[in-house]
């Protein structure tokens, strides 16, 4: 389920057979994220800790194609926060662990965006779309280790 209708945040939710310490597991891990992006530095998941993360450039809104991410509330097997910074941008998202019966859900809140904001509204659309796959290669990850 994806709620995009607050154009200043996007909100994804998915469910996983899996309890909450495996879904953790692979959500913290640097294998999941480098899986969607050219390159991202080896940082741990950490309060105060930052990846610089390597994506495709976007010049017609002036992305480069980098982005640091700085964790700003880390609580194992309940949530990540973290800032996500580009010149031009600065996102907070939110991966909120929560159990349900035979399972877990993530929710994936992205905020902070301003629709004004031709950047914004690209990393909007980007993030909005480009939410989908990372949670597909979740769950593929979590399929192959249990």
Same mark, same amino acid.
Do not use: C
């Given at each position: 389920?994806?709620?995009?209708?607050?154009?200043?945040?996007?909100?994804?939710?998915?469910?996983?057979?899996?309890?909450?310490?495996?879904?953790?597991?692979?959500?913290?891990?640097?294998?999941?994220?480098?899986?969607? +992006?050219?390159?991202?530095?080896?940082?741990?998941? %950490?309060? =105060?800790? #930052? !990846?610089?993360? &390597? $994506?495709?450039?976007?010049?017609?809104?002036?992305?480069?194609?980098?982005?640091?991410?700085?964790?700003?509330?880390?609580?194992?097997?309940?949530?990540?926060?973290?800032?996500?910074?580009?010149?031009?941008?600065? +996102?907070?998202?939110?991966?909120?662990?929560?159990? %349900?019966? =035979?399972? #877990? !859900?993530?929710? &994936? $809140?992205?905020?902070?965006?301003?629709?004004?904001?031709?950047?914004?509204?690209?990393?909007?659309?980007?993030?909005?779309?480009?939410?989908?796959?990372?949670?597909?290669?979740?769950?593929?990850?979590?399929?192959?280790?249990?």
């Amino acid at each position: 389920m994806t709620s995009s209708g607050d154009p200043t945040s996007i909100t994804h939710s998915e469910y996983y057979p899996y309890p909450v310490d495996k879904v953790w597991d692979v959500l913290v891990s640097r294998e999941l994220t480098a899986s969607q +992006v050219k390159e991202v530095s080896d940082a741990p998941v %950490e309060v =105060g800790s #930052t !990846r610089v993360i &390597v $994506t495709h450039p976007q010049p017609a809104v002036g992305f480069d194609g980098v982005v640091r991410t700085t964790y700003t509330s880390v609580e194992p097997y309940e949530h990540i926060e973290q800032v996500l910074t580009a010149p031009g941008i600065e +996102v907070t998202s939110r991966w909120n662990l929560l159990p %349900e019966p =035979g399972g #877990t !859900r993530l929710r &994936v $809140t992205y905020s902070r965006f301003d629709p004004s904001i031709p950047l914004h509204r690209q990393w909007r659309t980007m993030l909005f779309s480009g939410a989908g796959p990372i949670l597909n290669s979740l769950r593929e990850m979590l399929d192959k280790r249990h």
